[in-house]
């Protein structure tokens, strides 16, 4: 009991620490809601439009290390409240997390219940209004909801206005993708996760891939997009979007390659579904046989920033993988989407470089980046 009450106060300090310094912000945004009031009633954006690119000419990413992955990840966050509580101004704040697999046994991949937490401590002082929680699964379970019980989420309820959803039961639109033998192929993907009245923070865990090498914010929104209900038959088959990013036909990582799949990530972030700020836990990531399966790392890093580009290449860096393999996160930031060249990223907080540590990469991962050898020169 002393320990919870002691970790409660050290949160209210933080709080009242921040709140004394923004006496010219706070009432610059008086009697300004944190979201637009079209979204009150509705986890659903309302479609007004896609988000426009915004690259800056330098990025900023700010980097903690530490022995507790709520105080880092809080504490990577606080430098960017200022311009976050501007940006959220009138949108409709939504959170994705990642814990597509419902099994708690699954807990070790997932967005951990610390982070969110973090997450909203944060969005506390700037939004007043009700901030969703989304995430879909991606297994043949009829709902996502178990997973916010079996992963710790449901009893920050308590202490935040928040909502849960289901995001494959929202509403879609059209994205066109390479398909294999079946491209150009429509799929439906979460039309609130492209709107642009919608702010989409990405809480994501650096882990290891079966198909592109890596995964980090990008993916986590990008590949939680498609709408997925392999519960609904159609022919004897469950109807589902998301196999059809992997290619192969549309068998569930039928492109083992990960060319495809790098591909589709690139041209669904391309058509909109790309977060506005990235929160990556690398407190304990995965590495080996991830997203999914791997062992845990102890890595105890944690950082944010506005750009999703220059946040997943910091990543790429401190996972000590070959940026040449990311090619899904290159791209985007040859769009437009973000500062991929660490020559335009500045790292706020420790030395980054004292962090680096090799990971262990998938047992297939030959087989996931031949394409790129036959096809790119370094």
């Keep these: 009991m002393n320990q919870l009450h002691n970790a409660q106060e050290k949160i209210n300090n933080k709080r009242r620490r921040f709140l004394r310094t923004l006496p010219a912000l706070t009432a610059g945004i008086a009697g300004l809601s944190g979201c637009s009031p079209a979204m009150k009633s509705s986890p659903v954006a309302s479609q007004m439009g896609i988000k426009p690119l915004k690259k800056p000419d330098k990025s900023t990413i700010e980097f903690r290390a ?34 597509a697999l419902i099994d708690p046994q699954y807990q070790y991949c997932s967005t951990d219940a610390d982070q969110l937490r973090a997450i909203l401590e944060f969005l506390k002082p700037i939004c007043d209004t009700q901030v969703i929680i989304s995430e879909g699964t991606s297994s043949k379970a009829s709902t996502i909801m178990p997973a ?3 992963y710790g989420y449901r009893p920050l309820e308590k202490n935040y206005n928040i909502k849960f959803v289901d995001s494959n039961d929202q509403q879609t639109r059209a994205v066109y993708i390479h398909a294999a033998k079946q491209f150009p192929r429509k799929i439906n993907i979460n039309s609130m996760y492209m709107d642009a009245n919608v702010y989409l923070i990405s809480a994501a865990r650096m882990k290891t891939h079966n198909c592109v090498v890596a995964t980090l ?23 589902s979007d998301k ?8 068998l569930p990582d039928g492109d083992a390659s990960g060319q495809e799949l790098s591909y589709n990530i690139f041209t669904v ?10 929160v990556i836990d690398g407190f304990q990531s995965v590495e080996g046989d991830g997203p999914w399966g791997g062992e845990v790392v102890e890595h105890g890093v944690a950082f944010a920033s506005t750009d ?10 401190l996972m000590g993988i070959d940026q040449f393999y990311m090619k899904y996160v290159e791209w985007c930031g040859d769009a437009g989407m973000g500062n991929f060249d660490l020559e335009n990223i500045k790292v706020e907080g420790p030395d980054y470089r004292k962090y680096i ?9 030959a087989q996931q980046t031949a394409w790129i050898d036959r096809n790119f020169t370094r």
């Design 66 to 99: 530490g022995k507790t992955r709520y105080d880092i990840l809080y504490d990577s966050l606080m430098p960017l409240q200022e311009q976050v509580a501007q940006e959220i101004v009138g949108k409709q704040v939504i959170i994705k997390v990642n814990c």
């Design 148 to 150: 916010y019980d079996n």
């Design 217 to 239: 914010s990008t993916k986590n929104v990008v590949m939680g997009s498609p709408q997925c209900r392999y519960w609904e038959k159609n022919k004897g088959r469950g109807i």
């Design 243 to 250: 196999p059809y990013m992997h290619g192969g036909e549309g």
């Design 269 to 278: 972030a391309l058509a909109g579904v790309r977060p506005d700020l990235t």
């Design 308 to 317: 999703f580009v220059a946040a997943d290449r910091l990543g790429i860096e």
């Design 357 to 365: 540590r090799k990971y262990k990469l998938h047992s297939n991962v």
